[in-house]
Each structure stands twice: as C-alpha cells, then as structure tokens.
C-alpha cells in the first residue's frame, strides 16, 4: 500500500517524467497490440477497477531456498538486475508454464507470485539478435517496465496474424514495484514430461555472489493467470 500511495504521489507531482513516451515507431502495429496485451493483464484484477496506478499479479521461478530468501528479503537484497533480452531488471511472467525454464528442473523448484506495481510499459518488439535490440539497456525514458509478448521460443512476436501460443514477459528495474506474496512448490509429477514439451536457451538472474548459470530446457507446470 505504502509503494502504491508513494508512486501515485510521485505520478501526480512529476507529470512530465511519468507520462508515458509514445513516439516510437510502430511498425505493423506490434506495439499496440503488446498495449492491447497489458491493458488485458490489468483488467484481470477487479481492484484495478478504479485506480490510476495498477497492480498485477506475476509469477517468477526459482528454487524454495532462494524464494524464501527473497520473501524475507527482498529481490535487491539477493538478486543482481538481469541483462536479459528485454532489458535490465527483475523479470516475471503471468504464466507458470512460460516461466518453468528458471524452476522445473532445480532440485527444490518454487514459484513465487508478487504483486507487482507496472507503471507506464514500453511495449516491447525488438528481437534480442537484432541491431535494435535493447538487450541489457536500462528501461526506456518515462517507462517504468517493459513489456514484451513471447512464443514459447522466448522470442518476441513480429507477426501481427501470429497464432501460435503467446505468452509476457515484464520487466521492472526497482524493488520498490514488487511486492512477494506467495511460495508455490509444485508437484514433481510429470516435470521430465514437461521439460522435454519446450526447448530454448535461458540465463538464470545472478545470485549476488554466485555465477550465471545457463539452462538448455524450457519446461511447464501451471499457474497461470492469463
């Protein structure tokens, strides 16, 4: 509560940095349609009904050792910000699924689920491999997340007619925006099963004091809120 009435303190005295920058080009209309996207994740949660800052619910894989460090914690306290695909910072996801790369195959996997205060997104379409890409960039000028939708690849998608499953990837760069609310520790049932349904290639957020490590697999259970 205290995080929420804060930022919309902030939002109200400093218009001109939290008002969100929507001169960027919008090629095949990508872009709106990730905004189409966010505004549905929002409307997922009757609270956001009536309030200018929302609040969604987000998932993030780990081990139970780690979460319970980080739901004592914090996220800054153990966790260095991620150079990931889409930019610098915590990454989470509204799929359980998606997220299983970063806890299905650890020895003592968990998913916590936070609350996490958004603010305004910069959608997100640059493909990581790209000469645009902001990979490992700070989040963009008057947006306080990035937002991106993925294939199950984990790449963004770039087509506008795209019928494959597409899953999000949101990306904050201050712990002061999430909140940890929940452990989850699923059922080792059928996680070999589920680890061999998807393949791509993850980086691991860093572990202050500890090595990046890279996974090969893409794995699933569900948790989902989308």
Not at 69 to 81: E, H, N, P, R, V
Request: charge should be negative; include cysteine; aromatic fraction near 10%.
């Amino acid at each position: 509560a205290v995080t929420v009435q804060n930022y919309d303190i902030r939002c109200q005295n400093d218009k001109e940095n939290f008002f969100p920058d929507l001169s960027y080009n919008d090629e095949k209309g990508l872009k709106s349609r990730n905004l189409n996207q966010f505004r549905k994740l929002i409307s997922l949660f009757e609270w956001n009904e009536h309030r200018d800052v929302p609040i969604v619910m987000q998932v993030h894989g780990t081990s139970f050792g780690i979460a319970k460090k980080i739901c004592s914690s914090g996220f800054a306290a153990l966790c260095a910000l991620d150079d990931g695909y889409y930019g610098k910072g915590i990454y989470f996801t509204s799929s359980a699924k998606y997220a299983a790369p970063y806890w299905a195959n650890r020895d003592d996997p968990a998913i916590i689920i936070a609350y996490v205060v958004p603010g305004n997104p910069y959608p997100v379409t640059e493909h990581p491999k790209e000469p645009n890409s902001i990979l490992g960039q700070a989040l963009k000028p008057k947006s306080q997340c990035h937002y991106v939708r993925v294939l199950s690849t984990g790449m963004p998608v770039k087509d506008p007619n795209e019928s494959r499953s597409v899953y999000d990837e949101l990306v904050v760069a201050q712990e002061a925006q999430i909140v940890p609310a929940f452990i989850i520790i699923p059922k080792s049932t059928g996680l070999l099963d589920l680890m061999d349904e998807t393949q791509r290639e993850v980086v691991r957020p860093r572990i202050k004091g500890d090595s990046v490590v890279k996974l090969a697999s893409d794995d699933e259970s569900y948790v989902s809120f989308t």
